[in-house]
């Protein structure tokens, strides 16, 4: 059948049809912007915290029992051919990947209404063997004789979406030089200001599971130096900096390089002709691996989204063939060509018509303005949900100036909570030009074994060709 961006299904099982349509796109909005404020107003004396749930509750999928050296098991070949492999079900993740919920399974009836061609099982192409690969890298068995690159989030000006798609080209540059990635301490970044974060200085220690088993007290001896004073990665090669054993780097010194903004890491590079993707498409691969890596919720936050889920979803099911439907406005008109809601209505509308065994007349909705919950409530013939969460109708508003208003971290955590429930659609309607959009796309398409459910663009339809730069 002809190649559909976001539905991906071959029936020959190979990835290079489909693989080209699926990477999603992943532009940086102003990388440039957000300078960090760092050495003296950082907190640097303050301890790494950890989670302090030490109980793991029955309700989340738990696979402590995965170790390090499990993922050394297969041969090389085996790895090889995995890395072409389409093969996606959670348990073949390492630990603690935001693979699913299960304890949100839908009523038995619901279920069966909807043909099996539905259930997820296919991932973006080399998925697991990719995570296994970037986990066995920030997770070595001994953090002694290692080498670090140690990366300075993105600031205020800069939405979610954004901040971690710019994190994932510092990935990139610490697997290519054999470093591995650690957040520096910033308790005063602005996503981290509220009683949410108070105990914690690092937004993966905060939100997420770390991204390393090294701790960056214990690489630097447990007195954390100054940010200024740790010398900068220099990615033009002008300096031999090999016997260094920490460099630093934030947007400045990654950002001026394209070639690292627009490729991915060097090591996977050989798998590539595998997918038939166009070269100058491969960044949006990783983007979605990267960042499939580094949103892990960790306990704590997972347990905040089920009492949010509580409170602004009615702990809701979110049934078989549910479609997702992202709306971005406040000010993304100043980048983007805004697309009016009943756009995105006919889109969906042409889901359940092309996809009758996969898409339903359920929506699940996100968006920041009001005024689209509004329309969307009175539509006919459609189930419509979205969390009861307050809004602004200001054209002029950003996340970030709405965030100030009403908590950095509830907005987080409330963002996270609509990306879990999009995550549990089945079909998706977005805008690429979106960073959180491009999140949804990239989760889905790799831990949440969904590459193959089908996605449209209120842009450029069913046909993805245009990826950015």
Known sequence: MPNQAGRMVTSSGTTAK???H?????????????????????????PAHRSKDEKIDSEFVSRESFSVSGLAEKTTEEEEEDKGDTKCEPELFPPKF????????????AASEVSETRQPGQAMFGTIATQREIWR???????????????IMLGWANGIGSSLHVATVALRVALDTDRILVLYPTPNHRWMKGTYCDDYDTMDACYFEPFT???????????????????????GGGNDQSNLTVLGSHVNSIGSY???????????????????????????WWRAQAVAYMVRPNLRTLREL????????????????????HIRHGDKWKESTLVPDEVYLRLAEELVEKFPDIA????????????SVQFFAKVTNWSVSWTNVSRVDDSTISPMDYAERIGWTEEYLNSLLSLELALECDAFVGMYSSNWNRLINELRSTVRCKSHFPYVDVHQGWYINDCGW
């Open 18 to 20: 489909w693989a080209r």
């Open 22 to 46: 699926l990477i999603p796109r992943a532009i940086f909005i102003g990388y440039g912007l957000g300078f960090i404020i760092m050495g003296h107003l950082l907190l640097v004396s303050r």
């Open 98 to 109: 935001w693979t699913g919920r299960f304890n949100y399974s839908p009523p038995v009836e």
């Open 137 to 151: 890298h920030q997770h070595p068995s001994s953090c002694e004789n290692k080498k670090f690159l140690v990366y």
């Open 213 to 235: 088993s090294c701790s960056i007290y214990d690489i630097f001896g447990g007195k954390l130096p100054a940010w200024d004073e740790i010398p900068a990665i220099d990615l």
């Open 258 to 284: 394209f070639q690292m903004i627009m490729g991915a890491p060097d090591r996977f590079s050989k798998f590539f002709p595998l997918s038939g993707m166009r070269g100058d498409h491969w960044y949006h």
């Open 306 to 325: 089920d009492s949010r889920r509580q409170l602004l979803f009615r702990n809701k099911p979110i049934d078989p063939g549910t479609i997702s439907i």
């Open 360 to 371: 339903t007349r359920n929506i699940f909705l996100s968006t920041e303005d009001p005024n």
